[in-house]
C-alpha cells in the first residue's frame, strides 16, 4: 500500500471513529435528559406519552392514601390536577399542601407512576420551574374570578 493510500485509511478510520464516539454521548445525553412539566401542561397534553419527565407543585390535602409501600396522592399547580403513584419510601418533609417533584411516566389511564418523589427541604425554598407555575396559576385562577 502506497503511503498515500496508508494516509487516506488512517484519517478514514480516525473519521468513523470520532463519529461513533460523537454518537454514543448524544444518544448517552438524550437518554438521560428529563424535562419538567406542570400539571396544567399535563393535562394539557403537553408532557411525552412514552418517557419520563418530571411533574411538580404542591400535594394536594386531603389526596393522600397509603397503601403499605404504595402511595396515591394528587399534585396541583391550583389550576389542574395530576393523580401521582409512588411505590416505595418518601422523603421525611413529604406532607399533605407542600411543594415536591415527582419523575416518572403517564400510564395508560392518564396517572402518573413515579419512579423517584422529591420534597422541598425548608420552608422558603422551591424549584424555580415549580414557582413560576405556581404563579403563572394564581395569576390565571385571579383573572377569571375577576371576569
Known sequence: MKPRHQRAAIIAGGLVSVSL?????????????????????VVAGEAPKNRAFRVGGVVKPGSVHRDNLTVSF?????????PVSYTGILPDLFREGKGVVAQGQLNATGQFKASEVLAKHDENYMPPEAQHALDKAQIEKTAKTLK
Open 21 to 41: 464516539a460523537a454518537y454514543f454521548v448524544l444518544n448517552a445525553f438524550e437518554s438521560s435528559l428529563v424535562f419538567f412539566f406542570t400539571p396544567s401542561q
Open 74 to 82: 394528587v399534585v396541583t399547580d391550583t389550576l389542574r390536577d395530576v
